[in-house]
């Protein structure tokens, strides 16, 4: 009978083990499968562009519902009326602070794919010209680009733009040293030797200038790949 309960208890222990190696693959699949079809549905959603129209046409009332109980006035728009009205609109800091205290607000940046980490820093992300103001459009254009994970084709994007601004500034040393050199000639001929060692000192700073793109270029490149 020894040997009975021993091959009993083998059985058991296989036949467990065997239920929980079959009840794990089952697991996995139903875990793969749900974040295929959350990825799926997040794919078209990023592609909807009625989605995405819709929602924003919602911030926008949101907006300018805030702005108008700001300044003491409410009154309900047509859709014609509320982008006109928005595009009047100059979002501050403060008009900013306000609209992240809208719970709607929030719902619908994260309706839009925006992540909570994201949206505390929206407004200097946003800000691109860091004067504490951002327009409408710039909003609209920034939202629609944080939209989704990150991808590779924004940093390529970044490395051409860098590429633009690095020529650019190329051509602006050669013209500042042509007109240095020429300034210098001129002076020379008139026996002011002090306007050449400062045009001299232009030139030499507008190479420096035009050196950084260089390096920030090298140092985005190496990040991409």
């Not at 045009?199 to 507008?206: N, R």
Request: aromatic fraction near 8%; glycine fraction near 4%; charge should be negative.
């Amino acid at each position: 009978w020894g040997y009975g309960l021993l091959y009993a208890l083998v059985v058991v222990f296989v036949t467990f083990g065997l239920f929980n190696v079959i009840g794990a693959i089952f697991v996995e699949q139903v875990i793969v499968g749900a974040k295929t079809s959350t990825m799926l549905m997040r794919r078209n959603r990023l592609r909807d562009k009625a989605f995405f129209a819709g929602k924003i046409t919602e911030l926008v009332k949101v907006i300018v519902d805030v702005q108008a109980r700001s300044a003491g006035m409410s009154r309900t728009m047509s859709v014609k009326e509320l982008f006109e009205t928005a595009e009047d609109i100059s979002i501050s800091p403060e008009l900013w602070e306000r609209l992240r205290q809208e719970p709607r607000f929030c719902e619908i940046l994260t309706e839009l794919d925006v992540p909570d980490e994201e949206q505390h820093s929206l407004f200097e992300t946003l800000d691109a010209e860091n004067n504490d103001i951002i327009e409408m459009e710039e909003l609209v254009e920034g939202i629609a680009r944080l939209r989704g994970e990150p991808r590779r084709s924004d940093i390529v994007h970044i490395i051409f733009m860098l590429k633009s601004v690095h020529q650019d500034l190329r051509v602006l040393d050669a013209r500042m040293s042509r007109q240095a050199a020429q300034g210098c000639m001129r002076r020379t001929t008139m026996g002011v030797r002090s306007d050449c060692t400062d045009a001299s000192m232009l030139y030499a700073a507008s190479a420096r200038v035009a050196q950084i793109p260089d390096d920030y270029h090298s140092a985005s490149e190496s990040f991409c790949i």
